[in-house]
């Protein structure tokens, strides 16, 4: 009997490991789809199987025949040819890459997808492909733990200026540069500075937080109908608005580390302040459009002479944006929107929140889509100052018209603070939370101990081998390699410990932690219901209270922000896979501070575990938070609501000050001098490891560091630091 079991075991973990070996190598060959993304693919295998396999003959291997037909009567008229830039926001390029998409997706088994996916990537443009694959592998049942590479590495146009992309062509002409070869990517405002926003280009341009955007956006994005793929996500909407709100904070601490104030506001009626200048062009040669300072958005000036008749939509993005801007408010102030029949649904529900989210998100669960439109679509056109196609195909979309780019110009977040705007006219009509939804009978927080918090800039190496041309030989190897180095902040790893003391005993609770401004730009203090937006959620987790005193330790490992994701070659030759993908950045868990110090806030908060109601078959969204929805309060409690404060003020919540320390230049300009300049004569090379190793002893701060961790980390930091950088004499021009 005992060999029987012993036999039966073995079989077993066989099987499992065959399954597992299996797994890796799909997820090998759909690693081969995302290789020089730019280019016709010429790897055999792809253009073997795109040669043999013809979808219309294998129409019964899809669950809905229905929309692979939609898709071949597309391609048949004729898709956008190869080459040609794809733009999300136009109408004909998304038809094209939604119907693809659903090719994709409705494939019955892994093969058909595959098989799909080679063909695509031979017949059909780059920039369609990529997007609906994308999407297809975040969303299938069988594909969704495949992580995909990091999509800065997939294509560097997107993410790196035009002059970083020259070299990396002018090194290929050349020949193969040696494997540890490196050059600088510096940030936009190296070369011209045309506003002293650019001062934040490290945040805003900074790729992992670009990344993070533009994989959000291919998890149920806009377009996409979750009735019709059978997907019923939980409070969709909320977390719309709550990334937004999130995101939009999170660059408010960016900025108050700088100096700078209040994201700015604008009047579609005025000149926009903020020109943008993307330094950047298409892999196809076009340069990304610009935006001057002080651009009027009026008809005439936005369509630049341009036909103003029936050609398109977008000439008429002025008039779009106003109109739909004042239906939305309205519907918030009257409390129901106008369903396509004329009537009335109210928005002050249980799902009201919901149904406004989605409006404003312009999805396919919106009402009455025709008269409230796609204003953030508009939005982008004309913020964009982008020209008039002169065909469907010959589209020329801004940076804020794709989501690998949005996040590089300023009026991205000057848009989407009025998107904040408008959900915060809808939440301050509702009831500040009272004390009963507040408090915690018989929970206190006593205290929170806080490690020191200390940022800095480091070297952090991107492989932009994609960038260049190869030819068919070279495409099938995978031995090229150019990489480029960019200074990105980072931070020391730390703790904190909560001193939690209860009355009551194994009871559940969810602990939330945030992280806010005290202090404006100005030194002045901000009243808390004016601030309460400002604070951002670093931590978020569920607690068994004990009765008497309850010490919880944290460490930044634990947090809802990601590591930096691994490079494609590691993805590729070792198959190593990234956890936790879609959060947002570790390396801006905090922000930047200042040499000085600067003061923050941390807020703990404790409350008891309020489990979710789900309908049957709901999906708890993850993507954007990093975190799985514990429990059932609106995300962003106890900041999403105005704040009585006579109430608010409760035992289970407390705010610590934090200092933030900037280690080393308080300013981004000592960090983007070019590489090569660092290295030239007039430069001298930074301290010896020894030497600044014993500097900063004699400076050393009066703590321990928390753990041996934390200890190895500084020696790593000063070794690394003192290693292939080289420091100019003077580091501010």
Known sequence: ??????????????????????KLLQYKDVLDLFKYMHQRTSLKKHVDIANSFNIKENIDKYTHPEFVNEFLKLYDHGLLPMDEIYGLFYDAHLEEAAALFKVFYFAKEFDTFYKSACWARYNVNQGVFLYALSIALQNRADTFEMVLPPIYEVNPYYFFNNEVI????????????????????NYSGWYMNVHPEQALSYFTEDVGIAAYYYFYNLYRPCWMNIEELGVNTYKRGEQYYYFYQQLIARFYLERLSNHFGEI?????????????????????????????????????????????????????????????????????????VITEDGK???????????????????????????????????????????????????TVPSA?????????????????????????KYKTNLSPYKHE?????????????VDPLVTFFDNFDIDISNAVYVNDDEFQGNDFNIHVRQFRLNHKPFSYKINVTSTVDKVESVVRVFIGPKWDEYGRF????????????????????????????????????????????????????????????????????????????????VNPYKPLVLEKGAVVPIVGLGVERHDDFALGFPFDRSIDKTVFYVDNGYFQNVMVNHEGDDTIYGLTRSYDQLAAADCVKSQSYEAEKAQMSKLKLSYEPSSSSSAEFDELYLKFRSSNLYMPQSVRF
């Open 1 to 22: 009997m005992k060999l029987v079991l012993l036999s039966i075991i073995c079989i077993c973990c066989t099987c499992a490991l065959a399954e597992d070996d299996a």
């Open 166 to 185: 020259q070299k990396a062509h002018r090194y290929k002409q050349m020949g193969q540069p040696g494997p540890e070869y490196h050059f600088q990517a």
């Open 264 to 336: 700015g506001s604008y009047d579609y009626e005025d000149a926009f302040e903020t020109g943008y200048f993307p330094s950047m062009t298409y892999p196809n040669g076009v340069p990304f459009p610009q935006r001057p300072n002080w651009a009027k958005f009026f008809t005439n000036y936005y369509n630049h002479g341009q036909s103003f008749s029936t050609k398109g939509q977008y000439p008429y993005a002025y008039y779009s944006v106003m109109d739909y801007e004042r239906r939305i408010r309205d519907a918030i102030d009257l409390g129901f």
């Open 344 to 394: 009335q649904v109210g928005i002050y529900t249980p799902d009201g929140f919901n149904t406004l989210a989605d409006i404003l998100e312009a999805n396919p669960q919106a009402i009455n889509s025709q008269y409230y439109g796609h204003l953030l679509v508009f939005a982008r056109h004309l913020i964009g100052y982008t020209f008039q196609p002169l065909t469907p195909y010959k």
């Open 400 to 424: 804020l018209e794709n989501f690998e780019t949005s996040l590089r110009d300023p009026g991205f977040w000057q848009l989407y603070k009025r998107l904040i705007i408008h959900f915060q």
């Open 437 to 449: 939804e507040l408090h915690f009978p018989g929970v206190k927080v006593e205290g929170i101990v």
């Open 526 to 605: 901000i009243e808390l219901d004016e601030n309460r937006l400002n604070f951002v959620e670093i931590d978020r987790f569920r607690y068994m209270m004990a009765s008497g005193n309850n010490l919880i330790t944290r460490n930044s490992e634990d947090l809802l922000f990601n590591d930096d994701r691994v490079s494609f070659k590691q993805m590729y030759d070792k198959l190593q896979v990234a956890e936790k993908p879609h959060a947002f950045p570790k390396r801006f868990l905090l922000p930047k501070g200042r040499a000085s110090g600067q003061t923050f806030y941390m807020y703990v908060i």
